[in-house]
């Protein structure tokens, strides 16, 4: 066992307890910085800032707050609520208790104004004239005067009460000039009643006197709020995630801050290797009713509320929504469109006028809300109404889903068997580009119908597009009462499907003890006779990570299968043919590649494309890129139309790295699952080896560890062991590549021990044990021989070029190494083959320049040292400099100390320090943290 506690890093800096919230003054700190000095400079008294629910308006008040007070202004703040409009003078009240008098007759002065107010108050509220006198304000102005420079923060001011609003034309023009001055919020969309509109008045009227402005608080935009969701998440956002979230919150910051914490909790939005991806195939969760952006409309009153909640659904109808929601509601017709009009100017809703009245959601997000609000029956008869209305013709949704979705949620409310017609066929339109719908749509289908035959084939559609779009669990649950509900309806080739869909699900979902019992015959036998059993249950052995046993009962049972139906005799050989290559045994691989007609399922074009996309994955697997592509090309298959793990095992072979780095995060953040999981991890270690390269070491190990688990898990050991070898904890790499290597050789695996037995192979040498080294040369031989690859091959003529001094070894690995043309293998080759002496200036020049091109800013840094002490140039001072200063943000973003730092560089504590002190003073960045939150959002890329 390997103990890496030593070589964690510290967890990268976060920012300061008492630092405020880094989305809460998001994309408004501009704003605050001009509010303060426009309120200092007092040239106009009256500052109203206007901004929707959400908006942020009372965030911004609060940090003006702070930014005065630092500048030793006097601050008063208050915050006005919806009833206190009904009573006189009360804003004016508070605003005199907020304001503390400096001496014994200050405060005499003070409370006698309060006692005016008071009094004025009453008398207003008794239904007095409700006249105030003349010198009430400058009074009033002259008690304030005396503290000035101070400064008034309103919050929520279109509350005000209309008594107090009166003075305000009075107190502005007194406060001109006088070092005073009033910054207040106003919410826009609210229906104002009377006083709010007097109020408005008055500001407008100071506005164009010039004693007055309006400073809008506008939503954010794309790159606000990208760079919001980077400040939240601590990651880089997914374009596709950016997209989708401001779309549905239109920029509003309260709505997206809500989001991104609903979407974390609910595992929808996922942080790899610190980016963060949103999750395709699940659903969104809705903001809950009592965020402040549904719960603004219940301010509205009940009516509205009831109409907002019909719109949700029926908003896509248009002027029928009118007819249908009076219908729902029992409100009348005048009634409803009384409240859409409130809505709209409340800014819930946009209404477009012309030959069509069409409304739609401001923000999408409060559309979902308010639907996932609904009661269960409320949205069936909303629902029913809707589709009912669009089947007769009377309404015409702009949208082609809009009919399936209302279908799916009308229940009992429609006509079964029609409704359930519908939504089969346009889930099978659906079924591979809209997961989210098709599962929906299926589940309804399969909810109402009656008829066996509809049900039966509703269930092996909803297993199949369940495990399509990685929803495993309800494909497991499927497929398994596809199998013992429908077995009747199912023929030999449906039944030995839905079964391969039923194992991979269990595997996904890590129900070992029901995949053992069908692996060993003791569950209830699968459908379509012996062969089918037979092949389901060696994949059931394959799934738990018992290669080996998959294989050897596939082998005994080979004549019993292979005559059977064409699907489960071609699935019976993939899956022999994958557990050979894993095993070391690629024979029957290479006999399908050869003849492709021995595959039988030639009639099922989805067979042939899953054939073909097998052949390209194990060729990947085994690093045979120019063979993988030449299956693509006589295939007819596309690089799109590969799993994601293919196409970023693809990219890497390519030398495309960050495109594959990107494939591959995005792929552990989906969850993706393939009934073919060894990519999985050959594409972790290969994304962790880009990342190791580029000096992301702790992300590295990081991501290694989001996939652990499963079977092949040795080819992790490997790629962690870079990360020691990295650090110079060479003893410890070593040991982690013995431990993985024992791990294969008990499990049989023979995939994926290559390389490792070339770098055990050199670790041995480099500490003088001759023997190990020359057994791992041994080993690495028969590997070379049991998988006939180019890569086994180079890694075993190298491990005998530094072992044996074999130098015509080495010679033939450079030469094999650029007959493949994969850019990563050929660096290694030829930095290897320099080091045991071949042709080493050429070779490491050239490797230097690979690894340039790949960006392996690590690697650079090492051969930099290695061409040095070889007597050969390095090209590019310059460019060495600024890439020494790249690596070392990076580790210090890591989290990695000068100790760590020292050692990747081959230098000194001393002289790193030094390293740090000049790059803090050339960023701009004061600390170390700083520099870490810069680098982990994105903003600063070295």
Excluded at 463 to 482: N, P
Excluded at 916 to 938: C, D, K, N, Q
Aim: aromatic content about 6%.
């Amino acid at each position: 066992m390997v103990d890496s506690s030593r070589w964690e890093p510290r967890p990268a800096p976060a920012p300061e307890q008492d630092e405020p919230s880094v989305t809460s003054m998001f994309g408004r700190r501009a704003l605050v910085e001009r509010l303060r000095s426009g309120a200092l400079s007092g040239r106009v008294p009256l500052t109203v800032l206007t901004g929707e629910v959400g908006s942020g308006r009372s965030a911004v008040l609060s940090a003006l707050a702070g930014e005065l007070a630092a500048a030793e202004a006097r601050v008063v703040s208050v915050r006005v609520g919806e009833h206190e409009r009904t009573t006189p003078y009360g804003l004016l009240y508070r605003l005199l208790t907020a304001v503390e008098p400096s001496g014994r007759g200050k405060r005499a002065d003070r409370d006698s104004v309060l006692g005016l107010v008071a009094r004025l108050s009453a008398d207003a509220a008794r239904g007095g004239s409700g006249e105030v006198p003349a010198q009430l304000a400058n009074t009033v102005f002259s008690l304030v005067r005396a503290h000035a420079p101070l400064t008034v923060l309103i919050d929520d001011a279109q509350w005000v009460d209309g008594a107090t609003a009166s003075l305000l034309d009075r107190f502005v023009r007194l406060f001109a000039g006088q070092g005073c001055a009033i910054v207040a919020t106003w919410r826009l969309g609210r229906s104002a009643e009377s006083d709010g509109r007097r109020l408005a008045g008055e500001v407008e009227r100071l506005v164009a006197d010039g004693l007055a402005r309006h400073v809008p608080l506008r939503p954010l935009t794309r790159a606000q709020s990208a760079e919001f969701l980077a400040e939240s998440v601590r990651a880089v956002p997914d374009a596709e995630l950016v997209d989708r979230l401001h779309a549905a919150t239109r920029g509003n910051p309260a709505a997206l801050r809500s989001m991104v914490e609903l979407h974390q909790q609910a595992g929808v939005l996922r942080v790899v290797d610190r980016h963060a991806y949103i999750r395709s195939g699940v659903e969104w969760p809705p903001l809950p009713e009592r965020h402040p952006l549904p719960a603004s409309i219940h301010e509205a009153g009940a009516v509205c509320w009831s109409v907002a909640r019909a719109m949700a659904v029926l908003a896509p109808l248009g002027e029928s929504a009118v007819g249908l929601a009076a219908e729902a509601l029992d409100l009348t017709a005048e009634t409803v469109r009384a409240a859409l009009d409130a809505l709209v100017a409340d800014r819930v809703l946009v209404g477009s006028r012309g030959a069509r009245q069409r409304w739609r959601f401001r923000i999408p997000a409060v559309r979902d809300a308010l639907e996932a609000c609904l009661g269960p029956y409320e949205r069936r008869r909303f629902c029913a109404l809707a589709a009912t209305a669009v089947w007769n013709g009377a309404a015409e949704p702009g949208d082609e889903h809009f009919l399936p979705d209302r279908l799916a949620d009308a229940g009992a409310l429609v006509d079964p068997d029609r409704s359930a017609e519908l939504l089969l066929a346009r889930s099978g339109e659906v079924m591979f580009t809209d997961g989210l719908r098709a599962v929906r749509w299926l589940r309804a289908v399969v909810d109402r119908v009656v008829d066996p035959g509809q049900r039966a084939v509703a269930m092996r559609m909803y297993s199949a597009v369940c495990g399509i779009h990685s929803r495993m669990a309800e494909a497991a649950d499927g497929a398994r009462a596809t199998l013992a509900e429908h077995a009747d309806r199912l023929s030999v080739e449906m039944a030995q499907e839905i079964a391969i869909v039923y194992v991979n699900g269990l595997a996904a979902c890590e129900r070992w003890s029901e995949l053992d019992r069908l692996a060993s015959g003791e569950a209830p036998p699968v459908p379509g006779g012996r062969a089918n059993e037979l092949v389901t249950r060696g994949f059931a052995l394959i799934m738990q990570g018992r290669w080996g046993e998959g294989a050897r009962l596939l082998e005994r049972n080979w004549q019993l299968w292979s005559g059977a139906n064409p699907v489960t005799a071609d699935l019976g050989d993939m899956f022999r043919g994958g557990a050979g290559v894993v095993l070391g045994r690629p024979e029957v691989l290479r006999r399908f590649l050869r003849d492709p007609g021995l595959w039988r399922s030639w009639d099922f074009p989805q067979h042939r494309f899953e054939q073909a996309r097998y052949e390209v994955n194990m060729l990947l697997l085994l690093g045979e890129l120019d063979e993988a592509m030449r299956v693509l090309d006589a295939r007819g298959l596309t690089v799109e139309q590969l799993q994601s793990s293919d196409r970023s095992l693809l990219r890497l072979l390519w030398g495309q790295h960050s495109a594959a780095l990107d494939i591959a995060r995005r792929s552990i953040a989906e969850g993706s699952y393939s009934a073919r999981p060894l990519a999985l991890m050959a594409m972790a270690r290969d994304a962790a080896g880009v990342l190791i390269g580029r000096g992301w070491l702790s992300r590295a190990r990081q991501l290694t560890g989001m996939v652990r688990g499963r079977p092949l898990d040795h080819v992790l050991d490997h790629a962690d062991a870079w990360v020691l070898h990295a650090l110079g904890d060479h003893a410890e790499a070593d040991e982690l590549l013995r431990s993985g290597l024992r791990s294969a050789d008990e499990n049989g695996f023979v995939l994926g021990t290559e390389w490792m037995w070339a770098d055990l192979a050199a670790g041995e040498w480099a500490r003088g044990d001759v023997a190990a080294a020359e057994e791992c040369v041994r080993r690495g031989g028969l590997v070379a021989e049991a998988l006939g690859t180019g890569r086994a091959e180079i890694a075993w003529l190298l491990s005998r070029a530094l072992v044996h001094g074999d130098r015509q070894a080495g010679r033939e690995a450079v030469r094999l190494a650029r007959q493949r043309a994969i850019p990563d293998e050929m660096a290694w080759t030829f930095f290897r083959a320099a080091r045991s002496g071949v042709d080493t200036s050429r070779l490491l020049s050239e490797a230097y320049e690979l690894f340039g091109e790949l960006d392996a800013l690590l690697w650079r840094a090492r051969m930099r040292r290695v061409m040095r002490e070889h007597d050969v140039s390095v090209p590019g001072r310059g460019a060495s400099t600024a890439e020494n200063e790249r690596l070392l943000a990076v580790l210090v973003t890591e989290g990695w100390g000068n100790r760590q730092l020292a050692t990747v560089f081959g230098t000194s504590e001393k002289s790193v320090e030094g390293r740090l002190t000049r790059m803090f003073a050339r960023t701009g960045y004061r600390s170390r943290v700083e520099l870490a939150a810069a680098m982990l959002t994105g903003r600063f890329r070295p």
